[in-house]
């Protein structure tokens, strides 16, 4: 998992199929954490009771030299506190690894004929602007249509909102 032995994963952003992600990497996940009951999972009530309980996870799983945490946050934003409130925990030993579904998406969606790709890209400038770095990508919705005639209007609505771009609507 992105060459990280010992940290904290979060993964954003709601609608990029996070549980399903985690699920399948759970043999690789020590503990995780999400805002919602799951089987294996760890429901947190708020920010800041989660933060308190990475840490502890931490802080027991003592020096083993892999411990894999991961996050499924409520929103973008608790995403975001959580990582400000790890960094303020200051321990050595706690890395942290947001990860952006959207961006491995469209690496894995290589040359997706380019309409469809156009159709399915997004971009949330208000997680770039406050959790450093490039977050955009493929949402995997749209590649899950497989009715053409479906993926024919989404395309014509695009263009009759006059093309707009990733990010613009809802960032």
Known sequence: MGGLRRGVFIFVPPGSSRFEVVKRLRELIDVVYAYREETGVSK????EQLADAV????RRAGDRPVYRVAVVPRSTLEAYLLAERLRKAKREDLQIKIIYLPKYYAEAAGKLEEELRALAEVEHSRLEAVARGEYRGISPKPL?????????KLLEARKDAGGAEPGQAGA
Do not use: N
């Open 44 to 47: 947190y009530r708020d920010v």
């Open 55 to 58: 840490v502890e996870e931490f």
């Open 144 to 152: 899950q249509i497989s009715d053409k005639e479906k993926l024919k």
